[in-house]
């Protein structure tokens, strides 16, 4: 398998997702390359192997070849519109999240398109091996972890729990300053993790959760809330 891997998009998340596929698929990440090597590969090596898409999908990489498998690891977030038709192209749509595994099933059969879509799930935990046994679910209540992409609507989510105080409580998980929560904190129903006050330090954020701490805390609650 060879995952193309221009410079221009490498990034610390994106390295990570991919070094799952060279440590547990035996990929090789590969830059774009020009046409005369283009052509060379495609005469070569590449007439064998596996070619994995990160998000975006430049056609020079894509063979008419049957016997060549092509998959694309998708971020629904990421779509580019102007790659809607070569999506006809790709045998697999590899899914990080249900959201995206089910836009994406439901945009393959929209279009006619032949390609399976896989959820892969990644980093996500396992709670049969993380966990401790015996972990029971709590009441009702929901979690949220918040991500660095403002498209994970943290702020909107926190913003609205507030106005219902019959919500069971949400526990939101991640790295906040005490000026983005200090409004949440005589709220009933809201919990921020780790806990932060007004004499937490701006540049010194606190430490994060543990491992096991998040995968605890994933196992207990009911409900995990994604918008």
Known sequence: MDALLPGKDRGLSTCTDMALYVMHAGARIIPLLQAQDMHRYNAGCGAATARLF?????????????????????DHNKLLAKDTLLHEHMNVFLCKTRVCQELMRRHVVRMGYSGHVWLMGHSSSDPSV?????????????????????????????????????FPRLTVVGAFAWEEVKMYGDILNVQILPRVNHDTPQDQ???????????QLQAETPVHIYP
């Open 130 to 166: 993380d966990v401790r046994l015996g972990v029971q679910h709590k009441d009702l209540s929901f979690l949220h972890i918040k991500g660095r992409s403002s498209q994970q609507h943290t702020q909107q989510l926190l913003r609205c729990w507030v106005t219902q105080p019959h």
């Open 205 to 215: 954020p606190p430490q994060p959760l543990a491992a096991g701490q998040l995968r």
């Open 54 to 74: 990160w998000h975006t999908i430049y056609p020079s990489f894509i063979v008419d070849r049957e016997d060549v498998l092509h998959m694309m690891l998708v």
